[in-house]
């Protein structure tokens, strides 16, 4: 089976969307043994500090891991090739570590890191590709296709490569975003998430998938259970974000906070003590997701491996 | 005159209706801090009580230790005399607490591996912290 590809993506910043890429890879890799791929295209490295920790991000730069080198390919004319950038293990849970040391391997992680030397390296080829009368529009279709390109050899490898995308259109988002078969759009119950997440639908609907709607799942992130927030996530249901599956409402939690700062490279934990009192909202997310690839891209339902 | 209140009695009356202790209490530190900021003297010698050592009993300091800020602030010997000074559950206690280590990590170590980590761990998230 070729690997999908989903783009967790918002125009605003700060809705969760490493939060949610991270609950997603542990969960799906935990629950349903799937073999995940995180590619973080934001230059804040914010899932992959998640994963691996600050340090284990600089180690992975400094071994020559790290998508902002994908980057570096095309800047030098190579032909793209992303397999030699992963780190390949950016497995926290303590279940999926102890299966791996038994050669019972159910459910992995692996990495396409992100560094703040993203962010350089895209202003530098922005700077050059518009010298040249390059458009953003031109530039982001050329990245697409040597990140489709580099990302070939790897589809048989994964059952779900998750693309981490920076809050804005830059062209690496877009690029990211071309290639995305389904979308997770993570938004908060307030009205400028809400604002966010329209024009952010707006602009794709417009510009790369005019059946956005019917590709994507929305989750509400760090719910408060307020009337307000329970009004705003009713109009972001009904109105915002009418015709889009909605996974669960991810409370706001301590545990998660907790849960995404990983306390060494070499720490591991068990899912329940990673996740402690959000473990069945993360489960949950886990099975959404799932029944919603079912119903949009794949012929079955993998089977549940752990409770 | 028998029944006016006096100046006094008055200012009580008139205080009286901050039944709210979060209220009263913000209205201290307000006075507080306008006095601080046009008092450097006074200022200075609320600064200094500040900063008189504090000792807790070990369990309470368990609780209230910040590791990455210790690491961060002191030396290896004052970090790890700290902790030497806990019992082996509150250094574990301290590990989780301040997030430096799962029950998986610590199963089993003993107290100078303990303390390893927890100085090994806490300067990383320091070294993290600093700009």
């Given at each position: 089976?070729s690997a999908?590809?989903?783009a967790?993506a918002n125009?605003?910043?700060?809705v969760?969307?490493?939060t949610?890429?991270?609950m997603?890879?542990d969960s799906?890799?935990y629950f349903f043994?799937l073999?995940?791929l995180?590619?973080?295209l934001d ?6 500090q998640m994963?691996l ?11 020559g891991?790290?998508?902002?080198h994908l980057?570096?390919?095309f800047?030098?004319?190579q032909k793209?090739?992303?397999?030699p950038f992963?780190?390949p293990?950016a497995?926290?849970i303590e279940?999926?570590r102890?299966a ?8 992995w ?7 703040p030397?993203l962010?350089m ?13 390059g458009t ?5 279709e ?6 489709e ?5 790897l589809?048989?490898?994964y059952?779900?490569i998750l693309?981490?995308?920076p809050?804005?259109l830059?062209p690496?988002?877009r690029?990211g975003?071309a290639?995305?078969?389904?979308f997770?759009?993570?938004?908060l119950a307030?009205s400028?998430s809400?604002w966010g997440t329209?024009?952010?639908i ?9 059946d956005?709607k019917d ?9 408060r259970?307020t009337?307000?927030a329970?009004?705003m996530r009713?109009e ?5 974000l ?7 409402t991810m409370?706001e939690?301590i545990?998660?906070?907790r849960?995404?700062?990983r306390?060494?490279?070499?720490s591991?934990?068990t899912?329940r003590?990673?996740y402690g009192k959000?473990?069945n ?6 099975d959404?997701?799932?029944e919603f ?5 794949w012929?079955?339902?993998p089977?549940?491996v752990?409770? | 005159m ?6 006094c009695e ?7 209706r ?10 201290f ?5 306008m006095?601080v900021r ?16 504090v000792?807790f009993?070990?369990?309470?300091a368990?609780k209230l230790?910040?590791t990455?800020?210790?690491a961060?602030?002191t ?16 250094i574990k206690?301290v590990?989780?607490?301040n ?6 990590d610590?199963k089993g170590?003993?107290?100078?591996e303990?303390i390893?980590?927890a100085y090994?761990r806490?300067?990383a998230?320091a070294?993290?912290r600093?700009?």
């Amino acid at each position: 089976m070729s690997a999908t590809i989903a783009a967790i993506a918002n125009l605003k910043g700060g809705v969760g969307k490493s939060t949610t890429t991270v609950m997603l890879a542990d969960s799906l890799a935990y629950f349903f043994g799937l073999n995940i791929l995180v590619i973080d295209l934001d230059a804040q490295a914010n899932s992959s500090q998640m994963l691996l920790t600050e340090q284990g991000v600089h180690a992975a730069s400094e071994q020559g891991k790290g998508a902002h080198h994908l980057l570096g390919q095309f800047l030098d004319g190579q032909k793209a090739a992303a397999a030699p950038f992963i780190t390949p293990n950016a497995v926290s849970i303590e279940e999926l570590r102890a299966a791996e040391m038994k050669s019972e391997r159910l459910g992995w992680i692996s990495a396409l890191t992100a560094h703040p030397q993203l962010r350089m390296d895209e202003m530098s080829l922005e700077e050059e590709w518009y010298s040249r009368t390059g458009t953003p529009t031109t530039l982001s279709e050329s990245l697409a296709r040597h990140f489709e390109n580099g990302f070939a050899d790897l589809l048989p490898l994964y059952d779900v490569i998750l693309l981490d995308c920076p809050p804005h259109l830059s062209p690496l988002s877009r690029a990211g975003l071309a290639l995305a078969d389904v979308f997770v759009l993570p938004t908060l119950a307030d009205s400028v998430s809400g604002w966010g997440t329209k024009q952010f639908i707006t602009w794709v609907q417009d510009n790369l998938r005019a059946d956005l709607k019917d590709r994507s799942f929305s989750v509400i992130t760090r719910f408060r259970n307020t009337g307000y927030a329970r009004q705003m996530r009713t109009e972001l249901q009904n109105i915002t974000l009418k015709d889009v599956w909605f996974g669960p409402t991810m409370p706001e939690s301590i545990d998660v906070l907790r849960a995404m700062e990983r306390p060494a490279q070499d720490s591991y934990d068990t899912f329940r003590g990673k996740y402690g009192k959000m473990k069945n909202d993360v489960r949950r997310l886990a099975d959404e997701f799932i029944e919603f690839l079912v119903s949009r891209r794949w012929e079955t339902s993998p089977q549940r491996v752990r409770d | 005159m028998g029944n006016q209140p006096t100046t006094c009695e008055r200012l009580a009356v008139t205080d009286a209706r901050d039944t709210d202790a979060v209220v009263a209490l913000d209205r201290f530190f307000d006075e507080l801090r306008m006095e601080v900021r046009s008092n450097p003297e006074l200022a200075h010698r609320l600064v200094k009580a500040l900063g008189a050592t504090v000792s807790f009993e070990s369990a309470m300091a368990a609780k209230l230790l910040n590791t990455r800020e210790l690491a961060g602030t002191t030396d290896e010997t004052t970090f790890r005399s700290t902790l030497d000074a806990l019992s082996l559950a509150e250094i574990k206690s301290v590990l989780k607490s301040n997030n430096l280590a799962s029950p998986v990590d610590i199963k089993g170590l003993k107290k100078p591996e303990l303390i390893d980590m927890a100085y090994r761990r806490a300067l990383a998230k320091a070294n993290e912290r600093r700009g």
